[in-house]
């Protein structure tokens, strides 16, 4: 006889659906949601009204924030699933660990060193786990570049070269919401480009060492549209005049969802999910370069802009004996505004390899089905499913985690003092 998993979670906004729905959804057998805790009650509501509606479920005990500890002590959860605003990961990561629970947290693990530095310490004093779920790893493309690098298909990689693309539709997203606060993100480079640094870290199987970077906030923001002569503007969509013929400009009174999980719940918290992109008050950067060398003596560039006409990425890999070529488009998508299977979906693929003395090939992807290219349901079945054997350990650990937030931490530490910044200097990992 299985036995069940016990699961809370907190934080039930845009992501937090991707969790609890495939919980009661598809792995019932293994595993029982046990409670919500959130700031919020209207969403906590919301996600008990979707469960009822589509799955004929009891009500999830729902309860607030600071009753964290109160709802541990109450539902005996195994596992806690953290997927809250970036800034309050550490806060439940280690909270949860320390009430005796193991964890699962959405990427970034958490936002700075010091807050990096304090879930190690207390995975080592309480013997906890935590897990960071990365899912772009388990998408078939990117699970076949690391296959083709382990196969030693171009020999040892010297140099990878990584460019993303954010749409103005995707990209645009991060400046109306809370992300805008580098407080609560760590920028673009912590929360978005994790996924993007972990990628290369599980593809060469090493870890970062050295980073330089450079950013700046160059077209979104009041100052950047007053440049290009812009002179209406407004706080947020929501009854603005100015917003209705602004193509940047959301409008949560047409999508049912998010109407019900924001514009109806806004005053509890005050949180407006519809600001101007091209409004004050934004500290994140918009356009980044970033130069890191790995322990084994590989270099990255790497750079993310989140203004372009399309979405997706080209990322080439330059070795001993050839290259490899991945470009990948990706549909656009408004986080909880819809089909939740179109995060990430991929329009066109392709991975070309080319020997350094033979014919360039194109490598066969196999179709995935389901969010980031069909990587979606293999992790939530690695999270949730039966345990099974992965020759391409794809599960991510703690150590996973903060490396991949490192990055992107010692980058910001970049752009600040314009020096290169040292991994080593900025976490201890034993």
Not at 190 to 203: E, G, R, Y
């Amino acid at each position: 006889m299985i036995m069940k998993k016990r699961y809370a979670q907190v934080g039930i906004g845009g992501r937090a659906r991707f969790y609890y729905e495939s919980i009661i959804k598809d792995y019932k057998d293994t595993s029982e949601l046990v409670a919500f805790c959130d700031i919020n009650q209207t969403r906590m509501n919301y996600a008990n009204k979707v469960l009822q509606e589509n799955y004929h479920t009891a009500p999830i005990p729902t309860y607030k924030s600071d009753e964290f500890d109160k709802m541990i002590q109450e539902t005996k959860p195994d596992i806690v699933i953290v997927t809250t605003i970036d800034r309050t990961h550490d806060y439940y990561i280690i909270r949860a660990m320390e009430l005796g629970c193991d964890v699962i947290t959405e990427k970034p693990m958490t936002t700075n060193e010091k807050k990096a530095q304090a879930i190690l310490d207390t995975i080592k004093r309480t013997g906890k786990n935590v897990r960071v779920t990365f899912n772009y790893r388990y998408a078939p493309h990117n699970t076949k570049v690391r296959e083709l690098i382990m196969n030693d298909t171009i020999g040892e990689v010297f140099s990878v070269h990584f460019e993303w693309l954010l749409n103005t539709q995707h990209g645009a997203d991060y400046f109306r919401r809370w992300h805008r606060d580098k407080r609560n993100s760590g920028g673009l480079l912590v929360h978005k480009s994790t996924h993007h640094f972990d990628l290369v870290n599980f593809w060469l199987g090493t870890r970062p060492e050295t980073v330089f970077a450079m950013g700046d906030l160059r077209f979104y923001g009041r100052a950047n549209a007053e440049k290009r002569g812009v002179t209406s503007f407004y706080a947020r969509a929501h009854g603005s005049e100015a917003a209705k013929n602004d193509p940047f400009a959301l409008h949560l009174e047409d999508n049912p969802t998010l109407k019900a999980m924001y514009l109806d719940a806004e005053k509890e918290d005050g949180y407006f999910r519809d600001q101007s992109v091209f409004g004050d008050g934004i500290s994140i950067e918009d356009t980044m370069g970033v130069l890191v060398r790995y322990k084994n003596n590989a270099i990255l560039t790497y750079s993310l802009n989140a203004y372009m006409p399309w979405e997706g990425f080209r990322v080439v890999f330059n070795g001993s004996k050839g290259r490899i070529q991945v470009s990948v488009v990706e549909k656009t998508y408004v986080n909880a505004g819809g089909d939740k299977a179109l995060e990430g979906a991929v329009e066109q693929k392709s991975i070309s390899v080319f020997p350094m003395f033979g014919e360039p090939y194109e490598v066969d992807i196999e179709e995935g089905i389901g969010g980031h290219g069909g990587g979606d349901p293999v992790l939530l079945n690695d999270l949730f499913g039966e345990p099974t054997e992965d020759p391409f350990h794809r599960a991510a650990s703690h150590v996973d985690g903060a490396m991949s937030i490192l990055t992107g931490i010692a980058a910001n530490k970049s752009i600040a003092t314009g020096m290169p910044i040292h991994i080593d200097d900025c976490l201890r990992i034993e």
